[in-house]
C-alpha cells in the first residue's frame, strides 16, 4: 500500500522542497488552518537523499525513516536554461518500511523516465503552469495502484502514465533431464497461437508422466530450448517438477503426512484425484493407512502386490502422484557409490557416475539405458547401493 | 557493581561476552538468542509453501563490505573500509543470483571464500593503483567523500539506505549533548538485563575477570604506548570536559553493506542488523565511551593514511598496515572475514572487550525439501527438535531427555576450553568429557553429578556456539536410515575420513547401503557383542555428518465402523425411553467410516465414548496404560519417546500397543 507519493525539486534559492504531495500534508506539514494528519516524516532529515548530489541521480535510490521507506529516482538534466545550469527532481514513493517493496521500484523508475522525457520535450515541470497538473497525476497515480494495482493516465496527446504492479517471484529451481513436470493449470486453455512454438511443441506431452528429456523426444523439440520452456512455466507457477514414476521405485513418507489428516480440503481432493473413476466410491481413512504403509526397502511393485485387496478402486499412478506432489509422500532414490570410482572397470561415462552423488534416474537419462542395462554393466565391480 | 559488571552483563544478553576470543570462555548463557533462532526454525515448519521463507535456511550473510564513517568538526570522514576493494559480485552474492538449489553446499563449503583478501591483494600488486589521501579512490563505485557524507546521517537509530542493489545498514553513535557517550544506566536497555538475571554470578564472574585483565599490564607493547592517552582521555571524560578542539569527533558509524537477492531483502537485513550492527555498534559505543576508544584508533587510521600518502605507499601494504596497528581496523576485518562466511566472529575490541557475533543458522529441517524447493543437502533432517518441547522448562531450556551430538571432536572442543581458564570452564570441560550420545543428560546428570539444570544452560551455550546438536540419545534398539536430505555428493572426501576414524571396520558406503535396506533395528547389523560399542561410534558419526536420521514412529487412533456401531447401539438404548434428543455431537458419527481421532488426549464426548469401546475388553493394566499413552498417538510424536517419558518399560509400551493394534495406524518418518 503506497502512504503517499511526492514530487520534490531542488530550488536554486531554497534548495530541496517539495512541491505536490499526495495526500496533503504527508511530507511537510499543510499550512495553517489545516487538519490533516502530522507529516509521516521528517523531509529536513532525508532531504539529502531526495534531492542528491550528481553520483546518485538516475539510480534507485531508498531510504528509511520514521518506520517508513522512501524510493526514489531522483533525476538530473544539465541545460542552459536552469538556474545553476541544472534541475534536478524526484517522483518519491512511500510506504511501509517492513512492507514488500520490490515491485514499487519499477513504479519509482517509470515515473522518473516518463518526467524526464517530458521535460526534456517542453519543460514540463520546469514550467510553473504545467507543473501545476503534476498534483493530480499523482493523485490518480496513488489512488488507482492502491485500488487496482494498475494506472492508465493520461497527460497530454502524446503520453500517458501506464504501470502496472507485478509481483516479484523466486527464481525457478533448475530443471533436470530426468525431472517430470506436472502441470497446475490447464495449459492448453491458456494457450494462444502467439505462443513460442517450442511451448506449443512441448504442451501436448506435459502429462506428469514424460521426464524433460522424454518431452524433448516427443515434441521433436530441442533440449536445452525444452528445458528452458519449462523453466518459464515453472516460474509462473503453471508446473511443479516430480520423480519418474516406476512400480520399481520405493516410496515412503515424509513428516508433512500428518497435515493430511488435518486438511479436510486436501482430503476431498486427494480421494477424487486417486480413485480409479469417477463412480467408485473410496474411503480416505483406507487412503491415509495406504499412505502410512508406503515404507523405505519396499518397491512399489512388492507394495501393490502386499496391499492387493485394499487397492480396489485405486489408480497407484495417480495416488503415488498426489502424495509427491503434496510433499506426503517422497521417492527414494537408488544411488551406486564406489569406493575408488577411478578404477572401476566401466565405461568411463559410467565412472563418473560412481562418487556417489548421482542417481539411477540420473545415470539412465544421461546415458539413455535402462536401470537393467546399467546394473548389468556394474556387476562384479566394487560398487555399493545406497538408498536416500 | 562496578559500570563494567553492569554493561558486560547487559551485553551479554545481547551479544555474548566472553575474554578473550575464544568460543567457550564462560558458562553463561544467551538464552533470548537460542530461542530466536528456534522460533527461526519453528517459522520455516509454519511456512514450508512460502518461498522466501525457503530461502533463508541457506546461510547468506550478503556482505560486501564494512565502513567506518567519523564525524568531527571538519565533516564526515571514511575512515577505514574493509575489504579494502569491496566487489559486488561477491561469491556468496553470486551463489544466491544463481538460484539456491544449486547452490549445494553452502554450509559446508564455508571455508571456501576468501581466507585472507589482503595476501589476495598482494599478489595483484602489479595491477594496485597508488594510495591517495582517502587510501582508495573509489569504494563501489562512489567517491570516497561522498560516501562520508552520504553515511552520515542527523537522525539517531537505525540507519537504511540503498542505491539499486546495494544496502547500507548501520547504527549510528552520536555524542550527547553533554559530551558524553552514554547515560550512566541507559535506560531501554533494562529488559536485557533483567533476562540475564539468572545467569547473574558467572557473568559478574567473566566482567570481573574483564576487568582485571583490562587494567592488568599484558597488552602487546604498542598497547601501552597508548596507554598514556587513553588515561589522559580517561581524565576528560570524567570532567565531563570532552571539548577537545577541531578535530574532536561527534558521530561514528560502522556501515554494513550488503547485496540481498531481491525477495529475502527484509530477511537478509533484518538478521544483519539484529545479530550483527546493532551489537557492534553498541560494543563500539561503549569503549568509545569508556575511554575514547574509536576515535583513538581512528586517528591512528588516518594517520597512517597521510604517511602512506606521502611515501605513495601501495593499498595493499597499506591495509596491511593498518591492520597490523590498529585493534579496530583488525576487528572490522574479522568481522567482515567470518561473517561473510555465515561463521562466528570473535573479536577482542580495545584488547579488552571480547564480543562474539554471529548470524544463527539453521541447524536441522523437519520437512524434506521437494524438488521445487531450494535445496539445503546435509542439513540433519528430523522432527525430533528438543525446543518447545512439553517436557522442557518453557523454551530455555533443552530437554532433559534429549542429549549433545558433538560436531567437532570432543579434543579439540576440550583445547578451545582449555585456552580459558575461567571457574566455569572446568565444569564445562568436565561435562564435555561426561557426555555421551548414547546416553541422555539426566543419565549422565546422575553419573557425574552435575546438577541437570546446569548441564542444560552448558548444553545450550554448546548448541548456540555451533559446537554440538541436541538429539535424542542413540539406541541400539532404534531404527536408523540414510537421510533423505544426505548430501551424497560429499561422499567422495568423506569416504577417506571416515576410513581414517575406522580403518578396521566395513568401509562408508557399505555402511550406508546396510542402512538402505527395509527398515531394521540398528541392533541387527551389529556383527556381535564386541563390536557393540564401535558400531554405536560409526552411527554417532553418520548422524554428525547429516548422513544418517533415526527412523521413528508415529501412530494415530482410528475408530473402525464396528466400534462405532456398537456405540451407537448402545447410546440409543440408554436414550429409548426419552424422547429422542440429539446427542451433543452426533452428526460426528458418520457410522459408514471410519474415523480418526486428532486429539485423543482431548477426545469429544462420542470419541471418548469410542476409546471406551475399544478398551472394554482388555485388561485393566492394558486400559491404564493405554489411557496414559493416548497423549502420543496424535501423529506429533514419535513412540519412542515414550518409555522415557512415562518411565513405562518398552517392552509394556509394545504390549499395549499390540494389544490396541487394531486401532492404531502407523507411519514412520524421521
Not at chain 2, 559505543?285 to 581512528?298: C, H, I, N, S
Request: include cysteine; aromatic fraction near 8%; proline fraction near 6%.
Amino acid at each position: 500500500m503506497i502512504k503517499s507519493i511526492f514530487f520534490a525539486i531542488f530550488h536554486h534559492e531554497r534548495g530541496p522542497q517539495v512541491l505536490h504531495q499526495v495526500p496533503d500534508g504527508s511530507i511537510t506539514p499543510s499550512p495553517p488552518p489545516s487538519t490533516d494528519p502530522p507529516p509521516l516524516i521528517d523531509f529536513d532529515h532525508i532531504s539529502s537523499h531526495i534531492i542528491p548530489k550528481q553520483e546518485l541521480c538516475d539510480r534507485l535510490v531508498t531510504i528509511c525513516t520514521n518506520k517508513y521507506r522512501l524510493l526514489g529516482y531522483p533525476v538530473c538534466l544539465e541545460d542552459r536554461r536552469y538556474e545553476r545550469n541544472e534541475f534536478i527532481f524526484n517522483f518519491a514513493v512511500v510506504l511501509d518500511e517492513d512492507a514488500e517493496f520490490s515491485t514499487y521500484k519499477s513504479v519509482v523508475r517509470k515515473l522518473a523516465k516518463l518526467f524526464k522525457a517530458l521535460e526534456e520535450q517542453s519543460g514540463f515541470l520546469s514550467n510553473e503552469v504545467t507543473r501545476a497538473s503534476v498534483y493530480a497525476l499523482i493523485e490518480q497515480v496513488l489512488e488507482d495502484l492502491n485500488n487496482y494495482s494498475e494506472c492508465m493516465i493520461p497527460i497530454n496527446e502524446s503520453n500517458t502514465i501506464n504501470i502496472k504492479l507485478f509481483p516479484t517471484y523466486a527464481p525457478p529451481p533448475p530443471v533436470k533431464a530426468w525431472h517430470v513436470p506436472v502441470s497446475t493449470v490447464q495449459l492448453e486453455l491458456l494457450m494462444d497461437a502467439t505462443w513460442d512454438l517450442t511451448m506449443q511443441k512441448i504442451v501436448p506431452h506435459i502429462d506428469g508422466i514424460n521426464s524433460v528429456r522424454r518431452i524433448s523426444e516427443l515434441a521433436d523439440a530441442d533440449y536445452a530450448l525444452t528445458k528452458k520452456a519449462i523453466s518459464h512455466l515453472l516460474y509462473y507457477g503453471c508446473l511443479t517438477l516430480v520423480d519418474i514414476f516406476a512400480f520399481s521405485g520405493i516410496y515412503a513418507v515424509t513428516a508433512d503426512i500428518s497435515s493430511l489428516l488435518a486438511d479436510t480440503q486436501m482430503q476431498e481432493e486427494c480421494i477424487n484425484y486417486v480413485r480409479s473413476s469417477e463412480s467408485t466410491k473410496i474411503a480416505f481413512s483406507d487412503v491415509f493407512a495406504l499412505y502410512c504403509s508406503l515404507s523405505q526397502g519396499v518397491t512399489l511393485k512388492k507394495w501393490c502386490i502386499d496391499h492387493f485387496p485394499r487397492l480396489k478402486g485405486i489408480d497407484v499412478r495417480r495416488f503415488i502422484g498426489f502424495g509427491i506432489v503434496k510433499g506426503v509422500i517422497y521417492r527414494v532414490h537408488k544411488y551406486p557409490v564406489a569406493t575408488n570410482a577411478a578404477s572401476m572397470p566401466v565405461p568411463a561415462k559410467l565412472a563418473t557416475f560412481l562418487k556417489g552423488g548421482s542417481s539411477f534416474d540420473e545415470i539412465c537419462t544421461e546415458m539413455q539405458v535402462g536401470e537393467k542395462k546399467v546394473l548389468e554393466l556394474l556387476e562384479g565391480c566394487d560398487v555399493q547401493i545406497v538408498h536416500r | 557493581m562496578n559500570e563494567l559488571a553492569c554493561f558486560v552483563r547487559r551485553l551479554a544478553a545481547s551479544a555474548f561476552i566472553h575474554h578473550p576470543s575464544k568460543v567457550l570462555t564462560q558458562a553463561t548463557l544467551n538464552t533470548p538468542h537460542c530461542i530466536a533462532m528456534d522460533s527461526l526454525y519453528n517459522n520455516h515448519r509454519r511456512y514450508h509453501h512460502q518461498q522466501h521463507r525457503h530461502h533463508s535456511l541457506t546461510p547468506n550473510s550478503c556482505l560486501l563490505a564494512i565502513l567506518l564513517i567519523t564525524r568531527s568538526s571538519v565533516g564526515p570522514t571514511l575512515t577505514f573500509h574493509y575489504p579494502p576493494r569491496p566487489r559486488l559480485d561477491s561469491p556468496q552474492s553470486l551463489a544466491s543470483r544463481r538460484g539456491l538449489a544449486d547452490n549445494s553446499s553452502s554450509s559446508s563449503s564455508s571455508s571456501s571464500g576468501d581466507e585472507d583478501d589482503v595476501v589476495s591483494e598482494s599478489s595483484k600488486k602489479k595491477a594496485e593503483v597508488k594510495a591517495g589521501s582517502a587510501g582508495v579512490d573509489t569504494i563501489l563505485g562512489f567517491r570516497a567523500e561522498f560516501l562520508a557524507g552520504m553515511l552520515a546521517p542527523k537522525q539517531q537509530g537505525r540507519f537504511e539506505m540503498s542505491v539499486d542493489d546495494v544496502v547500507f545498514l548501520g547504527q549510528p553513535v552520536h555524542v550527547r549533548p553533554d559530551g558524553t557517550w552514554r547515560q550512566e544506566a541507559e535506560v531501554g536497555e533494562s529488559e536485557e538485563a533483567s533476562d540475564a538475571t539468572p545467569f547473574e554470578p558467572s557473568e559478574q564472574e567473566t566482567a570481573a575477570a574483564a576487568k582485571t585483565r583490562g587494567v592488568k599490564p599484558g597488552h602487546s607493547e604498542q598497547q601501552q604506548q597508548q596507554e598514556g592517552d587513553a588515561d589522559a582521555d580517561d581524565e576528560r571524560d570524567d570532567d565531563g570536559d570532552t571539548v577537545k578542539g577541531s578535530g574532536t569527533m561527534n558521530m561514528f558509524h560502522v556501515v554494513f553493506v550488503l547485496n540481498p537477492p531481491e525477495l529475502e531483502y527484509h530477511f537478509r537485513t533484518a538478521e544483519m542488523f539484529d545479530y550483527v550492527v546493532k551489537r557492534f555498534s553498541r560494543a563500539l559505543k561503549y569503549e568509545q565511551a569508556r575511554d575514547g576508544y574509536v576515535w583513538r584508533e581512528t586517528e591512528k587510521i588516518s594517520r597512517l593514511k597521510e604517511q602512506a600518502a606521502q611515501k605513495d605507499t601501495s593499498v595493499g601494504d597499506l591495509w596491511r598496515q593498518i591492520l597490523d596497528q590498529s585493534n579496530l581496523a583488525y576487528a572490522i576485518s574479522c568481522v567482515y572475514r567470518d561473517i561473510s562466511q555465515s561463521k562466528i566472529a570473535h573479536v577482542l575490541l580495545n584488547n579488552q572487550l571480547a564480543v562474539s557475533l554471529q548470524i544463527p543458522i539453521v541447524s536441522e529441517i523437519a520437512v524434506l525439501p521437494s524438488l521445487t524447493d531450494p535445496q539445503v543437502p546435509g542439513l540433519p533432517l528430523t522432527t525430533a527438535n528438543s525446543f518447545g518441547d512439553e517436557e522442557t522448562e518453557g523454551d530455555a531450556m533443552l530437554a532433559k531427555h534429549f542429549t549433545l551430538l558433538f560436531l567437532e571432536d570432543v579434543e579439540s572442543i576440550l583445547k578451545d576450553i582449555q585456552a580459558e581458564a575461567t571457574d566455569s570452564s572446568a565444569s564445562l570441560a568436565h561435562f564435555v568429557k561426561s557426555c555421551k550420545p548414547t546416553h541422555s543428560f539426566l543419565q549422565i546428570s546422575q553419573h557425574c553429578g552435575i546438577p541437570l539444570h546446569e548441564m542444560q544452560i552448558l548444553a545450550r551455550h554448546l548448541v548456540h556456539w555451533r559446537k554440538a546438536r541436541a538429539i535424542p540419545p542413540i539406541h541400539q534398539r532404534d531404527t536408523y536410515i540414510v537421510s533423505p536430505n544426505a548430501d551424497l555428493k560429499r561422499l567422495p572426501s568423506l569416504i577417506p575420513q571416515y576410513a581414517k576414524t575406522f580403518p578396521t571396520l566395513p568401509a562408508l558406503p557399505k555402511m550406508l547401503s546396510l542402512l538402505s535396506g527395509k527398515p531394521k533395528p540398528f541392533a541387527t547389523f551389529i556383527p556381535s557383542k564386541d563390536h557393540r560399542g564401535a558400531y554405536l561410534e560409526i552411527l554417532t558419526w553418520l548422524i554428525r555428518y547429516g548422513l544418517v536420521t533415526q527412523l521413528r514412529n508415529f501412530a494415530w487412533v482410528k475408530i473402525p465402523i464396528a466400534i462405532k456401531m456398537a456405540v451407537h447401539k448402545e447410546r440409543q438404548m440408554q436414550m429409548s425411553p426419552q424422547p429422542p434428543v440429539p446427542i451433543e455431537d452426533d452428526v460426528d458419527e458418520k457410522l459408514d467410516e471410519e474415523s480418526y481421532i486428532l486429539e485423543p488426549s482431548r477426545a469429544s464426548g462420542i470419541e471418548s465414548a469410542w476409546l471406551e469401546m475399544c478398551t472394554r475388553h482388555q485388561p485393566q493394566d492394558v486400559k491404564t496404560l493405554f489411557e496414559r499413552m493416548l497423549k502420543y498417538l496424535n501423529g506429533q510424536h514419535a513412540l519412542e519417546k515414550i518409555a522415557v517419558r512415562e518411565g513405562i518399560s518398552r517392552k509394556e509400551v509394545r504390549k499395549v500397543l499390540n494389544a490396541m493394534d487394531g486401532v492404531l495406524v502407523y507411519a514412520k518418518h524421521w
